[in-house]
Each structure stands twice: as C-alpha cells, then as structure tokens.
C-alpha cells in the first residue's frame, strides 16, 4: 500500500511539472493583460491602434501604434521575400534532387545557420550587409528596414527549407513513381506533383516564418533604428515593435508609468499577432498529417 | 527542351541553396576579420570598460556561464519530469492532449514576451529584482518546450521490451521508469537539453526586457546578483559608434561562438555515443 | 466439471475429458479460467477460454500466428494491462484469487507470475545488475552477502552461471542470443515466482540453444508452475505434460501432451498438429 501512495505522488508531481506550461501560457496573458489593461484606461483602444504617431516618450506624447506595426510588417514583408523562395527552393533542391551526401553536409550547415545567436546577425546587418547595399543605393541611410529585412531572410531560410522539405519528403513515393511514369521530369514533378500535395505542409511552415519574423527582437534592434515611422520606404530607420519594447526596457523608465505600461500594451498586440499565426500553421500542420498517415 | 527546361530549374535551385551558405561564409568572414585582432589574454580577463582598448568580456563570459548552468539546472528537472508525464502517464487523456497543443505554441512564442513574462512575474511579484536567477528563471521557461520535446523523443527510443521486462519482475510503474527508461535515455536528453541551452546562451531580448544591465563592470558572485550576459555586451558594443567598440563587438561574437561550438561538439559527442549504445 | 480434470470448452461447447491415470492430472490446479474474453479495443481477441493449469507441470500453448496464445499468456500476469484500450472478463484464478478483482496490487502479482520474453531483453547493465534489479525493487537481500548469494543461485539455476561467472559485471549486452535469453531466465527466477509464463522462449535461438532452453525447462518444472507459448510443435511434445491448441482466439482442445498429439479429440487439433492446416 505504502508503495501505491508514493507511486501517486509522483505521478501527481510528473503532472504539476507538466501543467507548468499551462501556467506559463496563462502567466504570458495575465501579465500582459494586466499592464494593457492600465494601459488602456489612459489611452483610448481606438487612439492605440489606429493613431499613426508613436510618440510616447515626448512631452506631449502619442500613443498611436501604426507606425510601429508598419515597422513591423515592412521589415518581415523583405525577410519574406528573401526567406520563402530562396528556402522553399532549397527545400525542393534538397529533397528532389540532391545526393544523400550532399544533403548530409548541406543539412548540418543550415542548422548552424539556423543556430546563430540573433545578435550576430544584427552585427552582420549593420557592419556588413548595409555598407554593401549603399554602394548599390547611395541614398539608403545607415539605419534601415532594407538591411535587417534581408538578413531576417537568411537568418529564417533554415526554418522554411527544413519544415519545407520535411512536408515534401512526407509525400508518398507512389505519386512521384506516378508522374514520372507519364514522362514527366524531375522539375514537372517537383512543382506539379510534390509541391501541391505538400501545399498544407509548406504553407504551415510559411506562416511559421511570418510569426518568428514578426516576433524577431535584435535584428532590427541594431540595424534598423529607433524612429517610428508610418512608411513603405526601406532605405530610412524605423522602428519595429520589438525594437520599441528593446529600446524602453535599457532606459530607467520607472515601473507604474505610463511609459512602462506602453511595452506591455506593444507586447500584448505582438503576442496576438504571433499566437493567430502559430495556431494557423499547427491547424495547417495537423491538416496535412491527416492525409498522409 | 523539356530537359533543358528541368537543368535550368536545378542549377536556380542548386544556386540558391549555395547563395544561402555563402551568406554564412560572408557571416563568418565579417566577424572573423572584424574581431580577431581584438582577441586576446587581456580582452578575456578583463571587464567591461569605458576606454575600448581597456575593456575585456570576462564579466559578461562570467555572467553567461552563471544564467546557463542556473537555466540548464532548473529546465532539466521541470522538463524531463513533464516530459516523463506525457510521454508514460498521461496517454491519449484530453489534459495530455492540451498540454501538448499548448508547449508547441509555446515553443513559437518570440523570446522578447518571455521578457515581458520574467519582468512581471519574476522580477516584480515574485521580488527576484533583476538578478542572475531571475535570468535564469526567464530562459528556463524559454528553453522547456524544446526540453520536453527532445526528452520524450528520447524516452520513445526505448525499447518497450524493456518496460516489459522491468514490469515481469514485478517493478512498479516509477521504479521502471527511474531505474530502466530514463537512465536510456539520458544521452538523448542530455544532447536535447544541452542544444537548447546553446538557444538560451545566444537569447539577448527577454534579458534586456527584464533589465538585465547593459554596462556592469563586474562579474556576478551569486544568483542575487546584477549580470550582463554576452549577447547584450556585444550589443552595447555594437551601438556604441566608435569603430573600436564595433571591433570589441566582433572579438566578443568570437567568444560567444566559440561557446555555442563547444556545446554542440559536447551534443554531438554524446548523441554519437547513445547511437552507438542503441546499436548492440 | 471434476478438478482433476484438464477441462475444455472447444467451438462447440464444453466438453469435459475424462481423467487419465497418470501423475499429471493429480496435481493440483495453479490457474483456473473462466469463460474469459479479451478485447483490444472493440475487436474481440480471446473469446470464452476456460482452462485450469497444474502446478509443477509444464503447460504449453500452441497454435498459429494471431490465435491469441501470447495474448492469453500475457493476461495470466496483467502484462496486457500496459497496453492502452484492453479489457478482460471473465475470472482468472491463481491459487483460487482472482487477479482482475479491483485492489488486486499487480506489481505484487507479477512477482509471484514472473516472465520470460520472445526477444531476450537484458537491461542494458552488466550482467549482474539485469539479476540483481528484481531483488533491488522488491527489497528481496537484507544484505550485499545475500544478494551475491541469490544472483549466483540464480544464474546457476538457469544454467548461465559458469559461461558468465568471471564477467559477472561486464555489460549483459555482450553475451550471445542464447546466454542472453538465460540471463533473462536467472533474472525472472532471482524472485523466486511461484509461476513462471515463458512467451516463445527460444523462438530467436539456434538449435544448441534451444536445446539447452529446454533442458533447463525440464528442470524448473519440480519447483515451478511453467507455461509455455510455443510456435514449434516437436518443442511442445517434448517439454510439456499438458497442451493447450488455441485457434482464432478460442481454446480448442485441451489435454496431455501425449494425447493432443497422437489421438486429438477434434478434427481441427489433428489437422493442426499433423501440419495440415495453419
């Protein structure tokens, strides 16, 4: 009996470790929903997500948020251009085509591309990708959203090429066996065949990237600048969202502020924006598993 | 034509592939001939300085090592013991099912809300102030959902024959479990652990966003003290504008990399030794 | 029904088979089943098997792949309980206890039924360890003397002992397929299981293997209850002293060793064993 009881504490224990995560989804909200709550008494909703100047900071300030959204969506709108072709082509490359010793170096590589600190590739951006693109464009200023938008794209490329082939690897022999039977190559079978029967796949790991573009701190940090700005153009500095929430938390802003409540509020719209993302590209995921298991 | 056609879309897709590992080298490149002038005995046993040439990363090193053996000691135990729980207790219940839904979209959340998260829970309610600990309690947090992940694909690579024949001679669930199961799987959890340990050591944002100080001219003697990390070093290095911090930056990446290559040769090694252990 | 009757319910019905005069049926009755189903799920696995077991006698299943002969041996110590989605009815007596009544401990329950599997599997330890573990857990040595003592009686036992007595603490892994496979024998006998359910024991093994398997049966059989799954007929005759055939998922025919096969009481048996069907 006395063993009965111990093995039910322990799983009891196993189970509170687990409902940690829980606790920590649910902390993630209270917190933010607290301080944008505060927030929210002082700002009206409306001025705080449809004023375009964020000026929080300035004696008289102004709490619109747009600019710091545009920031955003410009920034990962170029990481996507980047990352989305150049990793899906990489992915159908890697899963089509290549050698399995080539895809045994190339693989491991991607992984330390994927494992480089954020910081680095800020440093990268700012000493190295932008001097280079202001040969090309001599008006581009030294803070841009240009510089780190391309580097956010290399940075996610791993990201997208390996959930991309994974999806496509997860397609059934017979399909492939199929066209090729027809007379089809490899490249009408890759993009007619391969990629729409991995469309869910590829698609949830789309949206991944969107969601660790948008949610991507040091990058732009560094390189893009501190100058909210409501612009599509990317050779001037503007700020991102996280960027602001970097920028407040190295001042001594005093807690209970408004100014301190302002990053909670900025996060609490990062956190939506990112969760909506993720829990597309899961259901997506899911969606695709189902068809071919 | 049709053949032509298909060489051509595998020489793009070949050439993208290569333009994305040239990226890495031109990464490579840039911070080795940017900081390996600046590395040296002096710039690791120094702390952190107004004068540039003066200053050193040993606190920042010294702060680095502090959070990620702290994280590294509160993640293993919370991680392996959910992971434990999902994987060998919790079954198809709907519980387990939430859970599980729930550390996936965990594992997506940005690191800088995990700041925001530490900042108000660890910092203020819970009166941790902006010390080592209430660091490592952030990362922790940050770096469980790839704990719990790789543990329980750890845990499935033991054999069920195993559980039965612990279960035979009349073995409880949990002595099956902490004498059979988990020291099988130690290697694979370890190579987990320590390659999401190798994540946190890079974070900067959610230390940043829980105060962690940017300018510390002191290495931390205890998980109450004030830190800097690494990464937020080479950060201030980096928006400081004179081109001599911005070589201080570079050496400091140096450092840091060279960290982050020791804990994966150590990964490496021991998945290399858990493959070879599976195998006889 | 007599109880010192083996006694059979076949496809059609109960047919209860008078006693021989020979020792076996005098023994007394280790395991008796009633009329117990098994269910994966909703599929049906093991319908209406109704059988009693002797003790110190070697009782061997047979049958083809699927017949549900190991599913019915792992239910005599709830081994199936670790698969999710199972369910038992019906009654399993051993030693006149049910052991599916609720409050049953059946960890204890496996120490009294120990286990032999199909595929050896050695913890991966040293070879001592894999004997000593069952002891450990069950609190089983007072002292480090004694636990020497019954890990060396064991190995002995299964007649390992002497091949491994001078590697005691290298790694079981490094031991043959059949040294492995006695290794897991010493290991089930270090707790001294009143029972002992063996799931094709020697499937996995060469001849010279096999053969020193069943001598060891032979010889387990004065101090424990065996019950053997068998895939290989000429093992079945000659290891055990009662036969069971089983047949998607029903007991068919239950009787001496003997009997079963050279004078089966049921067409199907006959054709079973004399390589007809299956």
């Not at chain 1, 491991?108 to 932008?130: D, I, K, Q, R, S």
């Not at chain 2, 799987?185 to 829980?210: D, F, H, K, Q, V």
């Not at chain 3, 450990?136 to 003592?149: G, P, Q, T, V």
């Not at chain 3, 064991?154 to 892994?173: G, T, Y």
Request: hydrophobic share 50%.
């Amino acid at each position: 009996m006395h063993t009965r009881r111990l093995e039910w504490i322990i799983e009891r224990a196993l189970f509170v470790c687990a409902a940690l995560s829980v606790l920590t989804t649910a902390g993630i909200i209270l917190v933010l929903a607290v301080e944008t709550f505060e927030f929210l008494r002082e700002v009206p909703v409306a001025e705080f997500l449809t004023g375009t100047e964020w000026t929080p900071l300035f004696a008289t300030p102004r709490f619109g948020v747009l600019p710091l959204v545009a920031g955003t969506l410009l920034v990962s709108a170029i990481a996507m251009v980047v990352a989305l072709p150049m990793g899906l082509l990489s992915a159908i490359y890697l899963s089509e085509y290549a050698p399995d010793g080539v895809r045994r170096i190339v693989k491991p590589v991607l992984e330390v591309l994927a494992g480089v600190p954020t910081v680095v590739y800020g440093y990268f951006a700012l000493m190295f990708v932008t001097p280079l693109l202001q040969r090309v464009f001599p008006q581009m200023s030294g803070f841009n959203a240009l510089s780190p938008g391309i580097v956010m794209g290399i940075m996610i490329l791993p990201l997208v090429s390996s959930l991309s082939e994974d999806a496509m690897r997860a397609v059934p022999r017979g399909l492939r066996e199929g066209a090729y039977a027809l007379g089809a190559t490899r490249m009408q079978t890759a993009l007619q065949i391969v990629v729409p029967a991995a469309f869910s796949g590829i698609t949830a790991a789309f949206i991944l990237a969107v969601s660790r573009a948008v949610g991507e701190t040091m990058i732009v940090a560094i390189a893009a600048g501190q100058q909210p700005r409501l612009t599509a153009n990317p050779f001037v500095p503007l700020e991102t969202m996280t960027a602001y929430i970097v920028q407040v938390s190295l001042g001594d802003t005093p807690q209970g502020t408004l100014e301190y409540r302002t990053i909670f509020a900025v996060g609490m719209l990062l956190f939506l924006m990112t969760f909506g993302l993720n829990l597309v590209s899961t259901w997506l995921r899911e969606r695709f598993r189902e068809v071919y298991s | 034509m049709k053949h032509r056609a298909d060489a051509l879309f595998r020489t793009v897709a070949l050439g993208t592939l290569l333009l994305a590992l040239a990226a890495l080298g031109a990464l490579v490149y840039d911070i080795v001939s940017g900081g390996i002038g600046r590395l040296n005995w002096q710039f690791l046993t120094s702390m952190a300085s107004r004068r540039p040439e003066d200053a050193g990363i040993y606190h920042a090193l010294a702060g680095s090592i502090w959070v990620i053996v702290l994280t590294g000691a509160l993640a293993l135990p919370l991680g392996v013991a959910a992971a434990v729980y999902l994987e060998e207790y919790g079954g198809r219940s709907r519980v387990a099912r939430l859970i599980e839904i729930n550390i996936a979209n965990l594992a997506a959340v940005p690191s800088i809300i995990y700041g925001l998260l530490g900042l108000g829970v660890f910092v203020r309610v819970m009166g941790m102030g902006r010390s080592v600990l209430a660091g490592a309690c952030t990362l922790a947090l940050l770096a469980l959902p790839v704990v719990i992940l790789s543990t329980r694909e750890a845990l499935r690579t033991v054999p069920g024959s195993i559980r039965e024949g612990s279960y035979a001679l009349g073995a409880t669930k949990w002595q099956t479990i902490w004498y059979q199961v988990l020291p099988m799987a130690l290697p694979g959890i370890l190579t987990g652990l320590i390659l999401s340990l190798s994540r946190a050591i890079g974070e900067t944002a959610p230390l940043i966003t829980i105060g962690a100080l940017t300018y510390i001219p002191f290495a931390p003697d205890g998980p109450w003290s004030p830190f800097t990390v690494l990464p937020i070093q080479i950060f201030n290095w980096v928006s400081r504008p004179q081109a001599a911090f911005k070589e201080n930056a570079a050496a400091g990446i140096l450092v840091l990399m060279a960290l982050l290559l020791l804990m994966n040769l150590i990964a490496v090694f021991l998945r290399d030794r858990f493959q070879r252990q599976g195998r006889t | 029904m007599s109880v010192a009757t083996p006694s059979v319910r076949s496809l059609s019905g109960l047919v209860a088979r008078p006693g021989t005069a020979s020792t076996a049926v005098s023994a007394p009755v280790k395991i008796d089943v009633d009329r117990m189903n098994f269910y994966y799920g909703a599929k049906r696995a093991l319908d209406g098997i109704s059988i009693q077991i002797r003790a110190n006698l070697v009782t061997a299943f047979i049958g083809p792949s699927g017949c549900g002969k190991s599913t019915f041996l792992r239910s005599l110590n709830r081994m199936n309980d670790i698969i999710p989605g199972t369910r038992v009815e019906g009654t399993v007596l051993i030693d006149g206890q049910d052991i599916y009544t609720p409050g049953v401990d059946v960890v204890e329950l496996r120490r009294r039924v120990g286990m032999v599997f199909q595929k050896s599997n050695p913890f991966p330890k040293s070879i001592f360890e894999n004997v000593a573990y069952g002891l450990r857990i069950n609190n089983m040595a007072r002292s480090k003397a004694e636990l020497n003592d019954r890990v060396e009686e064991s190995l002995r036992q299964a007649a390992i002992f002497d091949e491994v007595k001078d590697r005691l603490h290298e790694s079981a892994l490094a031991l043959s397929g059949g040294q492995q496979q006695r290794l897991c024998i010493a290991r089930a006998l270090a707790i001294r299981p009143e029972i002992l359910l063996m799931d094709e024991p020697a499937s996995a093994l060469d001849p010279i293997a096999t053969q020193r398997i069943e001598e060891l049966i032979y010889d387990l059989k004065k101090t424990y209850t065996i019950v053997i799954v068998t895939h290989n007929m000429q093992q079945a005759a000659r290891v055990s002293d009662h036969t069971a055939f089983f047949w998607l998922g029903r007991l068919v025919e239950y009787d001496r060793t003997d009997r079963i096969f050279t004078a089966p009481a049921e067409k199907l048996t006959e054709d079973y064993v004399t390589g007809r069907c299956g």
